[in-house]
């Protein structure tokens, strides 16, 4: 039998949150006299929430204390925490529903693999809960993308290989951990931003179900 395990990142690939990060984390760092460009933002992207924060004082040639950092943090996910309260089913990407109920009838092995200590409630938000066998998330991992930690995690709870395992992302970090990983790349987004992925599609609506079958078949 063919299985393979399908790893799905979840900001910017299932639901388009990599916009409400960015909003959150652009206000935070107002709020402390940084600004950043849109090209540092893609570095935030993927990123766990300690790193995003420590790139940014390092961008602003801030340093502060632990207190402060901590508080930061928390005003960072309180004000993201906004956005996502708002959040339902609209707000999943074009076509990953297709996508998902795809692999789940040709009995593919289905698992999150995300950086965001979030990734449960947003999938509960946008309810698709109980569309992924496995999760593993910020809250399940030590190293942070690009380290491969959460995909082979994510391919342990599919027992799966990891050569068997085929990852979404929109993330250059992602791409990077699923690269280390020896785990086939997909880029969500720009060919020049995730110019490091084996395939790079615009979003879900360019993969059709006959690639799909193609990764189910060969590798
Ligand atoms: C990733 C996002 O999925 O999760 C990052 O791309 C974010 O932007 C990271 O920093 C951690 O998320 P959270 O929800 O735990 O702050
Ligand atoms: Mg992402």
């Given amino acids: 039998m063919n299985k393979k395990g399908f790893i799905f990142d979840l900001d910017g690939v299932i639901v388009d949150t990599a916009k409400y990060h960015f909003l959150a984390w652009q206000k935070l760092a107002k709020s402390i006299d940084v600004d950043f460009t849109e090209a540092e933002n893609e570095q935030l992207k993927g990123v766990s929430r300690v ?7 390092e961008w602003g040639n801030k340093s502060i204390s632990e207190d402060e950092f901590m ?10 925490l906004s956005y996502i309260n708002e959040m339902d089913e609209n707000e999943i990407l074009p076509d ?23 990734a449960r409630t947003i999938l509960k938000k946008v309810n698709l809960y109980n569309s992924f066998e496995a999760i593993v998330d910020g809250n399940d991992v030590i190293k942070g993308k690009p380290n491969p930690e959460v995909f082979l995690k994510a391919a342990k709870a599919l027992n799966i290989s990891p050569d068997d395992c085929i990852v979404f992302e929109d993330s250059v970090a992602g791409i990077q951990a699923a690269n280390a990983a020896n785990m086939i790349s ?13 395939y790079v599609f615009k979003d879900f609506t360019e993969l ?12």
């Fill in 186 to 198: 997909i880029g969500v987004g720009e060919k020049d931003v995730l110019n490091q992925a084996n």
């Fill in 71 to 80: 508080k930061l943090m928390a005003l960072k996910n309180n004000d993201y």
């Fill in 96 to 118: 990953v529903s297709r996508v998902l109920n795809f692999l789940i009838d040709a009995n593919q092995g289905i698992s999150l693999g995300s950086a965001s200590k979030n």
């Fill in 51 to 57: 790193k995003s924060l420590e790139k940014i004082l």
């Fill in 208 to 219: 059709e179900n006959s690639f799909l079958n193609k990764l189910i078949k060969n590798k």
